[in-house]
């Protein structure tokens, strides 16, 4: 029997299973009746509803472990037909490649190896971030030499990724196998059976958000840096409200579409997936926009910036200096986000006719995100010369202030005691001026009083 008889007879195997557990009959059902659809067993579905299967069985292995197969159940109470295939349609979006598992036992092995530690690499990267991240906001805030408007717009971007990171984190917490809130699950004979309600909408929705902030503020880094230049080189006046302002409050002009469409055209699941294209580009539009500006602004800041410093008359030297560790900060991290995230975008439509490749790019994207915001941290404030000069300042300030506050202490300790050993009454006086009553002095103080009398 050679491989395509073999995957036809699994499949009769998975159909004959399926009508010896459902049957494939309507049973009266007023809906949409039992169906196998070539992989899947679908049970009986109520007309509006959307019935949800894991995409993983005894003899059908995903790609995505945690995917799920859905199927739409329309309100006429037949399943939903393609136009393009003229077929009822089931959704396997989030299954990835599908395998029979008696004929690919060595990819699922490998998917089994590279998953968990792709997994764990998105872990270390954002858990790696938020603490970098933290460490560079503690430091912004508490010496003051570093508030400046630089700066300012600098510590809204580490908040975007610390945001951002921190949904990661939650939606893995809180989500059953990604797809509805552990509060929303039942376990219905060892099957889940998720109901998706508000608050999961709302989360994925704030989680989207959150993403698109992040990428909205590394536009405003390159636009301030470019306005910097173009429009004052050697003035830092400008200031950063405008743009902190548009980082949070552009991404509300697709954010809020974008949930006003799912509510009203594909309000499915817990809107963690975007099937209907249209509407998914409101939420790929101003990622792809903020990556094609910065990098239209690399070129033009590079062009630039080796004309001035090249042509730049003497008396500026100082300032060019300060300028050029701007500047290598800022160039720095402008190609780092545009590049990875293009390389990232070409090898998605390559990915999945190779299973090494998909793995590569799965593991380059994921690792990319989540390590993004360390080399944030590193470049803008870490590693970065005047803030480590301006660390060792205040260190050496404290340091020299207590050890000035501990010689001046052991001086008055020292006066003090001999203070006190030649005026001890008027010591005893000065306690007394506090209420510390001293029982010699209060002897004394008896004696003299029965002389006087």
Not at 291 to 304: A, D, E, K, W, Y
Not at 331 to 358: H, K, M, Q, V
Request: glycine content about 4%; hydrophobic content about 45%.
């Amino acid at each position: 029997m050679n491989s395509t008889d073999k995957i036809h007879h699994i499949i009769s195997l998975v159909r004959q299973e399926c009508a010896s557990r459902v049957g494939l009959d309507v049973d009266g059902i007023a809906g949409c009746g039992k169906v196998f659809d070539g992989l899947y067993c679908w049970p009986p579905a109520q007309p509006g509803t959307v019935a949800v299967q894991s995409c993983n069985n005894k003899l059908i292995k995903a790609v995505n472990k945690t995917g799920l197969a859905t199927k739409q159940c329309t309100e006429n109470g037949t399943w939903y037909v393609r136009e393009d295939l003229g077929t009822p349609w089931t959704n396997l979006t989030q299954c990835g490649s599908i395998y029979i598992i008696d004929d690919f036992d060595d990819d699922s092995n490998f998917y089994d190896k590279w998953l968990p530690i792709i997994k764990n690499t998105a872990y270390l990267g954002y858990s790696v971030s938020m603490l970098s991240l933290v460490i560079s906001l503690i430091i912004f805030i508490n010496i003051k030499r570093l508030h400046c408007e630089r700066n300012k717009l600098h510590m809204h971007l580490f908040i975007s990724y610390i945001l951002r990171a921190s949904s990661f984190v939650l939606k893995d917490m809180l989500f059953v196998e990604g797809a509805a809130l552990f509060s929303d699950v039942e376990y219905i004979n060892d099957e889940i059976i998720p109901t998706y309600t508000w608050s999961c909408k709302l989360f994925i929705s704030v989680r989207y958000y959150l993403i698109i902030c992040n990428y909205a503020f590394m536009l405003m880094e390159g636009l301030y840096l470019h306005n910097l230049i173009f429009l004052n080189l050697f003035s830092e006046s400008h200031g950063t409200t405008i743009y902190c302002f548009l980082g949070w409050v552009t991404p509300l002009f697709f954010i809020v579409p974008w949930i006003l469409l799912r509510l009203f055209f594909e309000d499915t699941l817990c809107w963690t997936q975007n099937e209907q294209k249209l509407i998914k580009l409101l939420l790929e539009i101003p990622v792809r926009i903020s990556v094609m500006v910065n990098f239209i602004l690399f070129t033009l800041i590079v062009r630039v910036l080796v004309l001035k410093i090249h042509f730049t008359s003497t008396f500026i030297q100082q300032k060019k200096i300060k300028y050029r560790k701007l500047l290598k900060s800022t160039l720095i991290l402008i190609p780092l986000y545009g590049i990875p995230y293009t390389i990232s975008f070409i090898l998605s439509f390559y990915a999945y006719d190779n299973r090494i490749l998909e793995i590569f790019w799965v593991f380059f994207d994921q690792a990319f995100a989540s390590f993004q915001g360390c080399f944030a941290a590193l470049v803008y404030c870490l590693f970065n010369s005047e803030v480590q000069s301006e660390i060792k300042r205040k260190y050496s300030y404290i340091y020299s202030h207590r050890d000035q506050e501990f010689r001046r202490s052991r001086t008055i300790s020292s006066n003090t005691q001999q203070f006190s050993l030649q005026n001890n009454d008027d010591a005893l006086e000065n306690l007394n001026l506090f209420g510390i009553m001293d029982d010699d002095f209060i002897k004394k103080q008896q004696k003299s009083s029965s002389l006087d009398v």
